[in-house]
């Protein structure tokens, strides 16, 4: 009789299911992967078959090509594929585009690996689904009781009240590429900003992508074109790869006012090392409330917790008389947002 | 008080005083007393809440999460407030209380009702709002705001000028509602109704700003510019006050002072350490006094205070600002006389015939705590601010040494893509085998066009990265000399150097020096105040 922890377990090459033969996200080239969103350190290329929600397809081609990986297979919502006696099923998991949880079934026990998640609003992706299971492997970005991220509508507030304030300066707002960028656009959109929102080139593709599938960003520009000194006029927004707010890229910009949209700023130390003028506390990885929302709904009877703060949910877990561990899976950037 | 913490939140992370200035006049403009006006006194530093300590907050913080998940939270963001602030256990739903209901239940809070008084504050506020009322309460917001710029603020908002507000200072109180509504044209201009009030002081333009070829010798007093804290010691009725040169009331630091001021008067001078017959400290030793709320008897014995008076405002209860300079001089002259000898004497004077020669005495001051001389005009009032043409300050040539560029930081703002932070060194150790110790920092004194090619140097030599710092190759046959002007040199037992520079700028970058011909330490040693 297998149990659901039998299910899946931990190899260097990332989350493995021995009975399934096929891995969950992994992190060098496997014959079989099943992969949960389209960020590179979850979603990379060179494996023999990719199982994946479309719009996750899709983006991997967008970033790595046609020939990214032997062969693809779609995973559809509500459909279960059937590997090596294995029932697996995609859940929405509400972290970017496509993301998805991924549930696997055998003799009646059930294992979810969440993969990344949030349950905060985002016009941007389809909402988190809790599907009840026996073992659930939960992310843990943020996963201290320190971080509870707000109502990202209001820190787009602060940025909209920031350029009333301040409209000779270029405000230039770093987004990690997939996900984080168009959700700050989509955003700032809902709350009535009409202006062209000038983008860094990195984002270009995955801004028609999102619009492509339904996810409206209004007008756009690319921020940087190639005749020398052409730059948007001050105050206006600019969204780009938080690498390239305090690169050589933003001087051509007027006087900008730095950004940044993660979960990370919740600590103001983190948003001064930065050099951050204007932190914007958005999230698409759960916050510690959510987190333990989460764990209570899927109504598990064991939580292995990784990549993040294990220790803290751990000890949570605990307390409330959960079965946990940490599950130690290498090559994800901890900190990547 | 949410948007006292919005407020915080964005000053602390804006380093450009602009922006500042920005921050804080758009508070004053859109926030309603008497909310502005607590905001005002917490940013001027004039709230105190003696009943909250840190340690409290600790204890009523564990009684409410696990102490485990509470120890490693701390550990993670660092500091005790933030941790406290993020980690609270939010309520939910309840209405926030304003900046002034939070002053006013914090302000009656005894020692024995503050962690109920406190915990009821958590409670009911954001995140940002509970950090506020933490640094609120337990004092210091440490937002990189100073009440001189606050108060500068408060002049842009109201578009009068700054020492019309310190002025006025004294005689107000939080929530300052009679100083808004002068300032938004409402009211007229409050009275100052406070004993020994502040007197705006007279400022000087540095002699660069001077032609001399226009100027009369004979026209102008001269005495020397002593290095310590310009004061405004103010005595009437009984009250005794001593002022900053921007109106801060410094008098609880300076008992040894004020118990000397014994007179009807306000005096403008220097406020050094030492005895005046006998010895004038340096400003490290001056620095031993500053900052304090409350001294103790020991460094009122090895550090005592006098004040050197450079000019007399009030006489009885007549003022004497509109007298001429060499009139209120010499009845400054006569008064000083009368005072104790070892907490007052008057600035000498410099006798001189031309500017050649006085020129001359300046370069060769005949005590090390004088760092230039004063050009006062005999005829001219005492006026508050920086008017032109009256005084001048000619300032000692600052010290240079050459120093090799060992690591560069990131700047802020306009600056953040440039490294524009520079920590340099000089040789040490044997001169056969020298390494570069550092001895100071400078982030400015070059030019834009002198940054762009520092910080194309600092990129194109790079030998380490630690976040936003880069050190730089800097060895005997490879690195960058850059010329450092400073005002003078303290010893420093937080530095490995075992020295503080004072004013530390870039003054020519040397990129002809080949780096083993940089500075020793023991140049700057030699430099050194004795002691």
Redesign the interface.
């Known amino acids: 009789m297998t149990s659901a922890r039998d299910l899946l377990r931990s190899r260097p090459e990332g989350l493995c299911c021995p009975e399934g033969q096929f891995f969950i996200d992994p992190v060098r080239p496997v014959e079989r992967a099943l992969i949960t969103h389209g960020h590179a350190d979850h979603a990379r290329a060179g494996h023999g078959a990719v199982l994946a929600t479309k719009e996750t397809l899709d983006i991997m081609r967008l970033r790595y090509g046609e020939g990214f990986a032997g062969t693809v297979q779609e995973a559809r919502p509500d459909e279960a594929i059937s590997i090596n006696g294995m029932r697996i099923t995609f859940h929405p998991a509400g972290h970017v585009l496509g993301s998805a949880q991924i549930a696997v079934e055998a003799n009646g026990a059930r294992i979810v690996a969440s993969g990344d998640y949030k349950r905060s609003r985002d016009p941007t992706c389809a909402p988190f689904e809790p599907i009840p299971c026996d073992v659930f492997i939960t992310e843990a970005t943020f996963a201290?009781?320190?971080?509870?991220h707000?109502d990202p509508t209001h820190e787009v507030g602060?940025l909209l009240t920031?350029l009333k304030?301040?409209p000779e300066r270029t405000h230039i707002v770093g987004a990690y590429t997939l996900g984080k960028a168009q959700r700050v656009i989509a955003l700032l959109r809902e709350a009535g900003y009409g202006e062209t929102i000038y983008i860094h080139g990195a984002l270009a593709k995955l801004c028609a992508y999102y619009e492509s599938t339904g996810v409206p960003l209004g007008p756009l520009q690319a921020a940087t074109v190639e005749e020398e000194g052409e730059a948007p006029p001050a105050g206006t927004v600019v969204v780009a790869p938080p690498a390239a707010?305090?690169?050589?890229?933003?001087?051509r910009f007027a006087?900008?006012?730095?950004c940044f949209a993660s979960g990370w700023m919740?600590?103001?130390?983190r948003?001064?090392?930065?050099?951050?003028?204007?932190?914007l506390i958005i999230s698409d990885h759960a916050d510690w409330n959510e987190l333990t929302d989460t764990i209570r709904e899927t109504g598990a009877g064991e939580v292995w917790v990784t990549h993040g703060?294990e220790?803290?949910l751990v000890?949570?877990c605990e307390?409330n008389g959960i079965m946990a561990k940490p599950l130690h899976l290498a090559g994800y950037e901890d900190e990547a947002e | 008080m949410e948007r006292f913490a919005e407020l915080l939140d964005r000053l602390v992370l804006t380093p450009a005083r602009n922006g500042k200035l920005r921050l804080l006049t758009d508070y004053f403009t859109t926030v309603p007393d008497p909310d502005r006006g607590y905001g005002l006194a917490a940013l001027t530093g004039g709230l105190d809440f003696p009943a909250v300590k840190p340690a409290m907050l600790r204890t009523l913080t564990t009684e409410r999460v696990d102490p485990v998940l509470f120890a490693y939270s701390y550990d993670y963001v660092g500091d005790l407030a933030e941790t406290v602030s993020l980690i609270w256990p939010a309520d939910g739903g309840m209405e926030a209380p304003a900046l002034s209901e939070v002053v006013e239940r914090l302000s009656h809070a005894s020692r024995s009702d503050a962690p109920a008084v406190m915990a009821r504050l958590l409670d009911q506020l954001s995140p940002s709002g509970r950090f506020a009322a933490i640094k609120l309460a337990t004092g210091g917001l440490r937002v990189g705001v100073s009440a001189r710029l606050t108060k500068q603020a408060l002049a842009a908002f109201g578009n009068v000028e700054v020492q019309e507000i310190e002025e006025l200072w004294h005689g107000l109180a939080a929530p300052y509602t009679e100083l808004f509504a002068w300032l938004e044209g409402k009211r007229p201009k409050p009275e100052n109704a406070a004993k020994a009030p502040f007197r705006p002081v007279m400022l000087a333009h540095p002699a660069a700003e001077a032609d001399f070829s226009t100027l009369d010798p004979e026209a102008y007093a001269a005495e020397w510019k002593w290095d310590g804290i310009r004061v405004q010691a103010v005595a009437e009725g009984g009250v005794r006050r001593l002022y900053s040169r921007t109106g801060d009331d410094i008098s609880g630091a300076f008992p040894d002072l004020i118990e000397a001021m014994d007179f009807d008067a306000a005096l403008d001078g220097e406020l050094l350490v030492g005895d005046p017959r006998e010895k004038t400290g340096t400003f490290s030793d001056l620095q031993q006094r500053l900052n304090r709320k409350t001294v103790s008897r020991t460094m009122l014995t090895n550090y005592p205070v006098f004040m050197r008076c450079y000019d007399l405002l009030l006489l009885g209860d007549r003022d004497a600002r509109t007298l001429p300079y060499a009139e209120r001089r010499s009845q400054l002259a006569a008064f000083v006389a009368d005072l104790p000898g070892d907490r007052f004497d008057l600035s000498p004077e410099i006798s001189f015939a031309s500017w050649q020669e006085l020129d001359d005495k300046r370069c060769h001051p005949p005590h090390p705590v004088i760092e230039g001389v004063m050009l006062k005009r005999k005829d001219s009032p005492y006026l508050p601010g920086r008017p032109k043409g009256p005084w001048f300050k000619w300032k000692r040539d600052p010290f240079t040494v050459d120093a090799v560029l060992m690591y560069a930081q990131r700047g802020h703002g306009k600056r953040s893509s440039f490294y524009s932070d520079y920590t340099f060194g000089v040789w040490s150790g044997p001169t056969e085998d020298p390494v570069l110790v550092p001895v100071g920092k400078a982030y400015f004194g070059f030019t834009d066009e002198e940054l762009r090619q520092i910080d194309k140097y600092v990129r194109d030599n790079t030998v380490e990265r630690f976040g936003p710092v880069r050190a730089v190759r800097a060895d005997k046959s490879h690195g960058l000399v850059l010329e450092v002007a400073f005002e003078g040199l303290n010893r420093s037992t937080r530095h490995k150097s075992g020295i503080a520079m004072r004013f530390p700028r870039i003054s020519r970058l040397r990129w002809d020096k080949p780096t083993h011909e940089a500075d020793r330490i023991e140049t700057l040693e030699g430099m050194l105040p004795p002691g």
Do not use: H, K, Y
């Open positions: 201290l009781p320190v971080f509870t707000p602060q920031s304030q301040f707010i305090d690169d050589r890229w933003s001087r006087d900008p006012l730095a919740r600590i103001r130390q948003a001064r090392q930065r050099g951050v003028e204007l932190p703060r220790e803290a000890r949570w307390l």
